[in-house]
């Protein structure tokens, strides 16, 4: 059986639902990535491990690693901080530590946490499991961006821009 929108595979554990992205894309071509609230307004955002995702050696590769730690961590932010609700939030640095192996058919999750927010920057850091055992250590700082527009929900990357007069040509 396979995950739809409305029903997450029966190996996903209770509580996470599919996180919805518009289904193209980067992420509709490595996800579903799922999602759960968690107490104080934090989520959980997890994924299986499928052959896909994994390198020659049958576990989930780095760079698959790296792309469920640079969702996570702004995710996060979006649920920690109604500050950062509809904001994009552009990576600016991202650094993963790589702990331990995610074997294919593995239940990865992770938690982050806010760590600092300015006027133009967060700061957050997360752990990350493979079936209970933590694989990653991840921190990051990302720039806080233009807002979603009101319509947009988060598959969808429209923003609200201000409209510019026309531009005169140049002679």
Not at 6 to 21: A, L, N
Not at 74 to 82: C, E, G, K, M
Not at 102 to 122: E, Y
Not at 137 to 163: E, H, M, N, P
Request: aromatic share 8%; with cysteine.
């Amino acid at each position: 059986m396979t995950a739809t929108a409305d029903s997450p595979s029966p190996d996903v554990p209770e509580g996470f639902q599919p996180r919805q992205y518009g289904g193209s894309g980067f992420i509709g071509a490595n996800g579903p990535l799922y999602l759960r609230k968690v107490e104080g307004g934090g989520v959980q955002l997890g994924f299986r491990v499928e052959p896909r995702h994994c390198n020659p050696m049958g576990v989930l590769h780095g760079g698959m690693m790296a792309t469920f730690c640079d969702m996570l961590l702004p995710i996060s932010a979006h649920y920690l901080s109604a500050d950062l609700a509809r904001r994009m939030l552009p990576t600016i640095q991202l650094q993963v530590d790589y702990l331990g192996p995610s074997p294919l058919g593995a239940w990865v999750q992770g938690d982050a946490q806010l760590l600092r927010t300015t006027r133009s920057l967060v700061f957050l850091q997360g752990l990350v499991s493979a079936d209970g055992a933590t694989v990653a250590r991840a921190s990051g700082i990302f720039k806080i961006g233009a807002l979603f527009d009101d319509s947009a929900d988060f598959g969808q990357a429209r923003l609200r821009t201000a409209k510019r007069p026309p531009q005169e040509p140049e002679d």
